[in-house]
């Protein structure tokens, strides 16, 4: 074997992994768990851990068991002054060992994998040899290595990284753990404890670092995560669905994916705001008036308390009582929490005068006297139970009510603009808006602190509204979070304007903002097109760049009107010809138009967040769900439609900006009407 070429000797590697594997998945379904364990709850949690790990070990035959390998000049920990013997280490997606456990293939979220991704020329880390694998269907066929330590060698850009980039797109998004870039391994490996943003243009990766982050901070804290929790926001569902197997493939079953929407859902959404209204519902400011509502409800006592005990009747004065209440205002704690220990502290009070008329009273007594009706009503009177949903559709409909709160923080313009037209009757009947929906948590959590999870991801964060974000940031005050966006593709009319200040919002003002700039997706010709609105949208963004190393295939056609449908639909076939998804992208209101289109001409043609096969590649993807989503080739619908589509003209050429980028090898773009100036140059 030794002397066989290096292919076969990596191949001979690959089948001895795959056999290790197969024996460790044996081995874990060979468990009799009936021998350890002595009840049945128990025996059930095990199993389904077991179950877990089972699964976890498939090998799964388009993924290939390791990627890459680093040869260390040095064994990894020994002192390098010495010279040791360097060892040699398979990377992969999961942890493979022999039957002496050594390892056959190692974690690519393991330290000793970290070189792989960082090493260069200039810092080699150690490693003497990287080598990348290359795979045809299931088999090893191809590797590239790179000396690093070596001065004769000179750096140079990898063959298989390009083939991986230029590979066509079909089915949902796949990891990227064989080629992530240095710049996106330092986010992905960033501490747990740290809250890290990321601007980066579009197709720059942030979807995919972002995923890998979880992924990572699950392998390096596993217990701590599996305890509280980890969560990806995305901004609708059918993003979600497309990005929903990339952490199963890396071996992650147990992250939570929602929507914001989702998260709040405490009322059910059945309307909807004009700009200006869901700008001030979702405005900062608006958790300060909700805040001096909720407080509101707390009034000082007008009288004291008589408990009587037996034969005795102790007194608490009203001068006594109002001083516990301004204590417990005082407080850093939520309005539920001091209604519950207000009872107690009355009880205290009363435990002091027993104590100074020389009585001896326990814990008993205090809870016995806590649950005194007379110490119940008084709770009752001075801090009553808040509904957050009923105070919200108070706020909505009185307008004095919300005069009352808002004084001083919101003007009188404002105000109005946040008055329902028709003021609701009840919490069901209501016409809740989204923006509405998180006012109600952010004044739930007024009353009840929010669960707080171990790690949240959230992307395509520039078109949250300030309110959103302290949604969001409530879901990890115990935690960190990883924020991914990009300003210029910030298509809400409250869209982020600067990160700095989106992070406070968050409640994470000291989280570092990294930027991304390498393009993994769009080819530079579309690119350069598409860049030609950043003045118009975000003139201190840079244009991305991209390493693609094809130029793309970009055609900007102008037709008649009476022509265009037609010859949308014949783009659409043309560009079938190509291998891969293609997504026919238009205005929301062109949406069903084109679909008829499609339909009479025998093109099937799925909705996003289907998934895309060999067999259906074609989607007709309205404007406003583009976002995220990639595709082979795109036919772009109507340009000036799409910015129409939009409440002002910047937003419009944002959410222009969006689907102009969603193309990975080539953009046509169909217009009747006169492109927008912006994009016309
Ligand atoms: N290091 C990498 N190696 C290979 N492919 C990569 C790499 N980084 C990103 N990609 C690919 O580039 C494409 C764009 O990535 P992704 O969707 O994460 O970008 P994004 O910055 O979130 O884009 P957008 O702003 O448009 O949402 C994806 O197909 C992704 O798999």
């Known amino acids: 074997m030794s002397n066989a070429d290096p292919l076969s000797r990596e191949q001979a590697h690959l089948t001895e992994s795959r056999a290790a594997l197969r024996a460790m998945r044996a081995d874990v379904e060979a468990l009799d768990i ?31 068991l390791f990627f890459g390998r680093v040869d260390y000049l040095h064994a990894p920990g020994a002192d390098q002054a010495e010279g040791g013997e360097g060892e040699q280490f398979y990377i992969g997606r999961r942890h493979v060992h022999d039957a002496d456990g050594d390892p056959m293939v190692i974690d690519w979220r393991a330290p000793v994998s970290q070189p792989f991704y960082r090493a260069s020329k200039n810092e080699p880390m150690d490693v003497r040899l990287r080598r990348r694998f290359g795979y045809t269907g299931g088999a090893l066929t191809a590797y590239e290595d790179e000396h690093l330590s070596d001065p004769d060698e000179s750096q140079q850009s990898s063959r298989l990284l390009q083939q991986e980039i230029e590979k066509p797109r079909v089915g949902p998004m796949r990891d990227i753990v064989a080629t992530i870039q240095p710049e996106q391994d330092e986010i992905v490996r960033s501490g747990i404890g740290g809250t890290v943003c990321v601007q980066g243009a579009p197709g720059t990766g942030k979807t995919a670092v972002g995923l890998h982050r979880v992924a990572y901070l699950l392998y390096a804290h596993r217990e701590r995560l599996a305890r509280t929790g980890t969560l990806v926001i995305g901004p609708n569902d059918s993003f979600l669905r497309y990005i929903e197997q990339v952490l199963p493939a890396l071996g992650e079953l147990e992250v939570k994916q929602a929507t914001v929407d989702a998260l709040v859902a405490h009322v059910e959404v059945r309307g909807t705001d004009s700009a200006p209204t869901a700008m001030i519902k979702g405005d900062a400011r608006m958790a300060r008036v909700l805040r001096q509502a909720v407080r509101a409800g707390v009034t000082m006592p007008a009288e004291g308390i008589v408990v009587v005990r037996g034969s005795r009747r ?20 939520r309005y539920g929490a001091a209604r519950e220990a207000l009872p107690q502290r009355i009880a205290h009070a009363v435990l002091v005068q027993m104590e100074r008329a020389g009585e001896a009273p326990d814990d008993r007594v205090q809870d016995a006297v806590a649950r005194n009706a007379a110490v119940k009503a008084a709770v009752k009177e001075i801090w009553p139970l808040v509904d957050p949903a009923k105070l919200v559709l108070r706020l909505l409909s009185d307008g004095e009510y919300l005069a009352e709160h808002a004084e001083g923080i919101l003007t009188d313009e404002e105000q109005k603009l946040l008055l329902w037209a028709k003021p609701a009757r009840s919490v069901k009947t209501a016409k ?17 602190r929010t669960h707080s999870l171990g790690h949240v991801v959230v992307d395509e964060a520039q078109d949250l509204s300030p309110m959103q974000y302290r949604a969001v940031g409530r879901r990890c005050t115990t935690g960190s979070a990883t924020v991914l966006g990009d300003i210029a593709q910030g298509t809400t009319p409250w869209a982020t304007g600067s990160w700095e200040e989106a992070l406070t919002h968050l409640g994470k003002p000291e989280a570092q903002v990294e930027e991304l700039t390498l393009g993994f997706r769009v080819p530079r010709a579309v690119i350069a097109y598409a860049s030609r609105l950043l003045p118009s949208i975000a003139p201190d963004l840079k244009e991305a760049t991209s390493i693609r190393e094809s130029e793309g295939d970009l055609r900007i056609r102008p037709v008649s009107p009476e022509e265009l449908d037609l010859a949308v639909a014949e783009a659409c076939v043309q560009a079938l010809e190509h291998e891969g998804s293609i997504g026919l992208i238009a205005a929301d209101a062109r949406c069903e138009r084109l679909s008829r289109v499609l339909g009479e001409l025998g093109l099937a043609h799925l909705t996003p967040g289907e998934e895309t096969s060999a067999q259906a590649r074609l989607t007709l993807v309205p404007a406003s769900l583009a976002k995220g989503l990639e595709y082979d080739y795109v036919v772009l619908d109507s340009p000036s439609a799409i910015v129409a589509g939009e409440p002002d003209e910047r937003t419009g050429l944002r959410r222009l900006y969006v689907c102009l980028t969603r193309a990975v090898s080539g953009l046509t773009v169909l217009h009747a009407a006169p492109l927008p100036a912006a994009l016309a140059g």
């Open 34 to 64: 009936r021998d350890v364990t002595a009840n049945w709850v128990n025996a059930e949690v095990l199993q389904r851990e077991v179950d877990a790990r089972i699964k976890a070990l498939a090998d799964l035959a388009d993924t290939p």
């Open 314 to 333: 102790w007194r608490v004065a009203s001068y006594e009582l109002e001083e516990i209440v301004r204590q417990l205002l005082d407080r850093d704690i």
């Open 432 to 448: 809740w808006s989204p923006a509405d929906a998180v006012l109600v948590d952010e004044a739930r959590d007024l009353v009840e």
